[in-house]
């Protein structure tokens, strides 16, 4: 029960915080050129966010799930599970970030969950 | 069409930098935990369990490295969709594949040999489809190409 309960967390807390923070780096605008001290301005800018700092507790719940479940698991039984996150980010992209999810973006997502799963099961 | 091609290509990077330190990261903090034994989901055993994590100077390794991928999937994200992002990431579990076969001489089975197949071609698909869509990233770039 303790790891379902686990993986709902690293599923979701990894989504979801995945979700907040590429909205609000979305919101911050992307650097101008690509060079140390812009990023790093830009990553103080995305980090100052609320979206961020909405994320980041979600990710650090994720983290720490899945440190545990490595620690109870084998890797070939965590990372096909956590594949399913492949599907529920592309829903929440469809559905809270009004991503265009073609069905071309579809099928890529439900190929490479499986390929996931079948890399860390094989 | 040249800033297409130019978002692509910057796309492409930040992605193959956020790949190469999520395998590294994740490599590291496999065996740091392994090193630290199993967790026991009680008071004393969490307790005991982030004093190994905080002394464990592969986990901290292993922390810079996923702080790399967390700034470039930021940078990433602040222009591309997340649902390109993400699928596209998964190409780390092939590298993963690769490096396992090339580097360390390891047999791979037929099972993870064809996982590989799909991810390639599900990142393939997702590749083909335009890096950004949402009303947000666009908006974003209106106003910036204004300024």
Redesign the interface.
Known sequence: M?TVLLLFVLICGSTGG??A???G????????R?RPRE?LV??GR?MSNGWFLLGIPLMAASFFAL??L???HP?SFVIPISALS?VV??L???YI??????A??W???????????????? | MASEKRLRIKTLIMVLAMVVCAVVGDLLLKRGMSEAGAVQFTASGLGHALMQMATSGMIWLGILFLLGFMASQMTVMSWADYSYVMPAGAFGYALQTFLAVVVLHETVSAKRWIGVLLICVGVVLVGQTKPRTSEAAESVEKAVASC
Do not use: D, Q
């Open positions: 303790l995945e979700i923070i590429s909205h780096a979305k919101r911050t605008g992307e650097p101008k690509m990023l830009f990553i995305v440190l545990i490595f620690s109870w890797l492949y980010g592309a929440g992209a469809k970030l009004k991503e265009e999810v073609n071309a973006r099928a890529g997502v439900i190929l490479v969950c499986a390929g996931v799963a079948m890399v860390a099961a094989g």
